[in-house]
């Protein structure tokens, strides 16, 4: 098949499969394994922005978190540093639920987030409630968050109102004492021209 008949499809099959319904089997990778206890406890930080419906940068946040498990329950305290000063917190206490699946509650959500992993992947789907005027809106947040080797993890979540999107949080965890096996094999590779090299 000629090379640009072969774009052609490639492009066409992703754009059917981005129509599907995204689940973890079928977007995510067999590795490494993403489970929300073990990568969460202890300490993590992430840096994350919020884009808006037009895509457009409205806000930017560092986040500090730790993570602490009690039998079944995991709890994870997230401390927000937002890019004009405010300063938010959240604590997530999540449950092991009688099928295996970790379900999650937090002051600010409404009912309960359920959690789906599988491979490097994790879900997160909940309502959240937001400030609006003297009262609060409820939003629906579609979060996903995929884990690489070194430890790193990007988080995307999309955030509508009656199926409509209104914006988007970009976030990415790392952990402070995870050692970085590829990235490191990376920078030592020699085979990269010199002028790509410090």
């Known amino acids: 098949m000629h090379p640009l008949k072969s774009l052609a499809m490639a492009v066409l099959l992703l754009g059917l499969s981005a129509c599907a319904t995204l689940s973890p089997q079928t977007n995510s990778q ?3 394994n ?20 037009d895509s457009r ?5 560092t986040v500090v978190a730790d993570g602490v498990q009690s039998g079944d329950t995991f709890t994870l305290y997230e ?13 997530w206490v999540f449950q092991k639920a009688a099928d295996g699946h970790w379900q999650g509650r937090a002051g600010d959500v409404d009912g309960v987030a359920q ?17 609006f005027g ?14 690489f080797a070194d430890g790193a993890v990007i988080n995307r979540a999309d955030v509508s109102k009656f199926g409509v999107h209104v914006g988007r949080i970009t976030l990415t965890f790392i952990k402070p004492d995870q050692k970085r096996p590829i990235a490191d094999a990376i ?9 790509s090299r410090p």
């Not at 489970?35 to 930080?45: E, I, K």
């Not at 940068?57 to 946040?61: A, G, P, Q, W, Y």
């Not at 992993?117 to 879900?123: E, I, L, Q, V």
Request: hydrophobic share 35%.
């Open 187 to 195: 920078a030592a590779d020699t085979t990269y021209p010199a002028s």
């Open 79 to 91: 401390r927000f540093l937002w890019n004009d000063g405010e300063r938010q917190t959240r604590t």
């Open 134 to 147: 003297k009262s609060t809106i409820t939003v629906h947040v579609d979060d996903w968050s995929h884990l």
């Open 57 to 61: 940068l409205v806000r930017s946040f």
């Open 34 to 53: 993403f489970d929300l206890v073990s990568y969460f406890r202890g300490r993590t930080y992430a840096y994350g922005l919020f884009e808006g419906r």
């Open 30 to 32: 067999p590795t490494p």
């Open 115 to 131: 959690v789906t992993t599988f491979g490097n992947a994790m879900r997160i789907a909940y309502g959240l409630r937001l400030p």
